[in-house]
């Protein structure tokens, strides 16, 4: 099995006797860790790595291991989890030399689907094992209140971030897209349309209407499948913005169907801009949500950084 490994890319990442360390949040995607920690082991160890599982308990529980884990020389290390975990993930390794794996266990995981992972998480842990690491961007964060984040996958303000609070309460143990189309719906209850001001730092543009969806994406998905931006990519060095003015009771009884059975979000008025940089400022403070979790409050800039992480991704044809 040793002999397996060795000539896999994966295998590369794995310095000298130091185990691939697998951080299992017990928060994420309804307790699936439970079902999942010992078929991830098995799969590994039938690979020839050793491994260790830790399970963590919440982000800073999971921050202090992944640095823990870097510090003892690891160079490989997994997140059973989904698109938070990784969030904080990312944040606590950023600037280290180590390379990132998936087991998605989430309730949205579009950050693994965007690495063209299967959403089964042993499949997709298989497929990452006979991958090999590929370089994506990152999105940088900087909020009202002074904090400076990375997420990885879609983020904004509007009925998206009143979503985001609501899918982490009274939603929080529906199944993968139902969760988020529920808590947008009851967001939308309450929703009323805030003048901001959008600043694109590349050409200077300014873009100054009522919203309810301002939202930067690194990925073409948000929401467990939810195709806002599908011409994204992670790892062209740009971020997708998109832009929604109102959106109308009618509008959106015709969008759910097609919502909720392929993801696909066709409204006519919606802009999307491929950009860089971008400010967004509001009358009042309203929150910035990025991969679901809130981060901070108006004005906030988001930037791309290019090239920002090494992730076990299957290869891409051609290369």
């Known amino acids: ?5 060795s000539s896999d890319n994966a295998a590369k990442c794995v310095s000298g006797d130091r185990p691939v360390v697998v951080l299992a949040n017990m928060q994420s995607g309804r307790g699936k860790w439970r079902d999942l920690i010992h078929a991830v082991e098995a799969r590994f160890r039938q690979r020839g790595f050793a491994v260790r599982v830790c399970k963590t308990s919440g982000a800073q529980d999971l921050a202090l291991l992944a640095r823990e ?6 160079k490989l290390l997994f997140a059973l989890g989904g698109d938070g975990t990784l969030q904080i993930l990312v944040n606590a390794t950023y600037g280290r030399d180590v390379v990132l794996g998936i ?7 579009d950050f693994a689907r965007a690495l063209c992972l299967p959403s089964n998480p042993i499949r997709a842990l298989e497929a990452a094992l006979r991958g090999a690491p590929r370089t994506v961007d990152l999105v940088r964060v900087s909020t009202g209140n002074g904090a400076t984040r990375l997420y990885l996958g879609g983020g904004g303000t509007g009925l998206d971030s009143s979503a985001a609070l609501i899918a982490n309460g009274i939603f929080k143990n529906w199944p993968g897209r139902w969760r988020y189309l529920a808590s947008a719906i009851r967001a939308y209850a309450k929703h009323k349309p805030q003048l901001v001001r959008i600043t694109f730092d590349s050409c200077g543009e300014v873009l100054s209407r009522p919203s309810t969806i301002a939202s930067v994406l690194n990925t073409p998905t948000f929401g467990a499948g ?14 997708e913005f998109a832009f929604l003015e109102r959106l109308g009771f009618g509008e959106l009884l015709r969008v759910l169907p097609r919502l909720a059975l392929h993801g696909t979000l066709d409204l006519p008025r919606l802009i999307r801009k491929k950009v860089r940089k971008v400010r967004i400022e509001s009358e009042t403070p309203v929150y910035f949500q990025g991969d679901g979790e809130l981060i901070g409050p108006t004005p906030v800039e988001i930037e791309v950084v290019p090239k920002a992480m090494r992730f076990l991704a299957p290869r891409i044809a051609g290369n």
């Open 1 to 5: 099995m040793t002999s397996r490994a």
């Open 69 to 74: 884990a870097i510090s003892c020389g690891t």
């Open 103 to 109: 087991v998605p266990a989430g309730g949205g995981n």
């Open 226 to 239: 939810i195709k806002l931006a599908p011409d994204a990519r992670i790892d062209d060095g740009f971020l």
